[in-house]
């Protein structure tokens, strides 16, 4: 079973730039989750899907962070115009339905850079 | 909102020596609890989780928690620890009241073994 994908697996931008990254879930996974893991802290949950709709965005800047699910499938998270503080590692994670008994599955990040 | 602490950022063990990582939640309703582990340049791996029955919990790769209400702990231990057992651990909990399946992760706590 392949896990979950994220692309790009690094990237530098300036502030006030703008940057987008993909999440492809497990296949079959209905919920999806962007995370927001600055170094030295646990991750922060930014935003959750349950197929393409919108469950909790409560954490989501909403001011520059935007999230789409389309299709139900991939997912993007944009930060437009980005700013030093968004330096951090973004993790996407799925699980198969919305409740906490089941197991999230976690992609590998993206590591983000704002200079 | 639920809030965990995890006390020592950084731990180191001889290989072989006991592993013993802590971990305390913040609430009056005990919670759902989890311990995730985190091996550089990857996502998320989950080692276990207490949601209701037996308080001594086994997971992957012969780690082990146990829960204590008493003392609102669920601290993260192995008999003898290996190599491959350094990386980041992180507690995480979910309010059981929550439907969400949002969780909420402790800053972490580096594993170090030396051989």
């Known amino acids: 079973e392949a896990g979950v994908a994220q692309s790009p697996r690094y990237k530098i931008i300036e502030k006030r730039q703008s940057v987008a990254f993909w999440c492809n879930p497990i296949s079959g996974h209905a919920t999806l989750y962007w995370y927001q893991q600055i170094l030295g802290q646990g991750p922060k949950l930014l935003i959750q899907f349950q197929n393409n709709g919108v469950v909790d965005d409560s954490q989501l800047p909403k001011d520059r962070f935007s999230a789409e699910r389309l299709k139900g499938v991939d997912s993007t998270l944009k930060i437009q115009p980005a700013k030093l503080e968004d330096s951090a590692v973004y993790l996407c994670a799925s699980s198969l339905i919305v409740t906490v008994l089941y197991e999230q599955y976690f992609g590998p990040g993206t590591r983000l850079t704002v200079t | 909102a639920q809030s965990v602490t995890q006390l020592g950022s950084h731990v180191s063990v001889s290989e072989g020596a006991l592993v013993l990582l802590r971990c305390n939640y913040s609430s009056s309703v005990p919670p759902y609890l989890f311990w995730y582990v985190q091996y550089p340049n990857q996502g998320l791996q989950l080692l276990l989780k207490?949601?209701?029955?037996?308080?001594l919990v086994k997971g992957i790769n012969g780690f082990e928690a146990e829960f204590k209400k008493s003392e609102t702990s669920f601290h993260l231990t192995k008999p003898s620890a290996h190599m491959s057992d350094a990386a980041e651990y992180f507690c995480?909990?979910?309010?059981?009241?929550?439907?969400?399946?949002?969780?909420?992760f402790g800053t972490g706590t580096s594993l170090t073994v030396i051989p």
């Open positions: 207490y949601t209701t029955g037996a308080t």
């Open positions: 995480a909990v979910s309010d059981r009241t929550n439907t969400g399946n949002q969780f909420y």
